[in-house]
């Protein structure tokens, strides 16, 4: 493409909400064989409710309720946030909070009243004999669903469930890659049983579940395998190394000012249908149809 369709070609995407921080992008986008999407706040809404809250015997719903929202108020990941309104929500009055250290892509630990409590995935709690919430769990996780665990000194409490709702476009955007020639893929902290539910509610083809924060880049790597063209696109939370690895990074939603820094490809107003317009504009750029 000549300079002069690379910036016709910015232009329109620009008009559709598509900006492109590097003309290179544009080129690159065309040659995409894959395009991976971040699960929470990408293709779901990121804003997930508290459904379930099973108390582990010896422990009172409200109780536990107590601790781990106290616990959570230090943390601004979405299923604290979830946690946190479910007990502002029953009235429950928080306690003070002693001491507090989050553990990214694991969860929280908190010191409570003399107490300790942690709250966060099974990996967090390894050691702990979970099977007590094993088949609740597992059905809830096919349905899509998020489950954590909390321990309080040291002995399970509760197992803790929250949903999160799939965004309106998610499907028809999936849809329309597919039919586009392009394969796609679902990077997710998420357990994998969860992120394999939404995956094949949305009809994605590759998953990648259980990936740590830092591990995130690998994953890219991974995809990229046999010399794929990987784009990946991320609401930025956690992203930026990933939207950096990615060929063309595609930053989503809000949008901090790290995935923006980090993106090739800022999508305005959060809408997941500009990652169609960014593919449609890219390949009439490089057919020089304007
Ligand atoms: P994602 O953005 O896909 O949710 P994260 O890396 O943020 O991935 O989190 C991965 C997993 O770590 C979560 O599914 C949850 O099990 C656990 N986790 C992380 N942060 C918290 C937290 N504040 N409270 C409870 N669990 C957490
Ligand atoms: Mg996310």
Redesign the pocket.
Known sequence: ATPMSIMVGTGRAAQLGVLFRRGEALQQLRDAGIVAF????TLTEGRPVLTDLIAAEGFGHDEVLALVAAA?SR??????TA?VAAAEKAGIALPAVDGFE???????TATIGGRKVE??????LAGLDLSPFRTAVERLSSEGK???FAAVDGRLAAA?VVADVIKPSSKAVVDALHEMGLKTAM?????RR??QAIAAQLGIDEVQA????ADKVEAIKALRAGGRVVGYVGDG??DAPALAEADIGIAVGSGTDAAIESADVVLLGGDLRGVLNAIKVSRATLRNIW
Do not use: M, Q, Y
């Not at 990077?187 to 357990?191: L, R």
């Open positions: 971040d699960k929470t706040g959570e943390s601004e990941h979405p299923i604290a946690i989050a553990s990214p892509g694991h969860g929280v709250v966060g995935s099974s990996r967090l998020t489950p954590v803790i990077i997710s902290g998420d357990n969860t992120a259980e990936v740590l924060p939370i956690n």
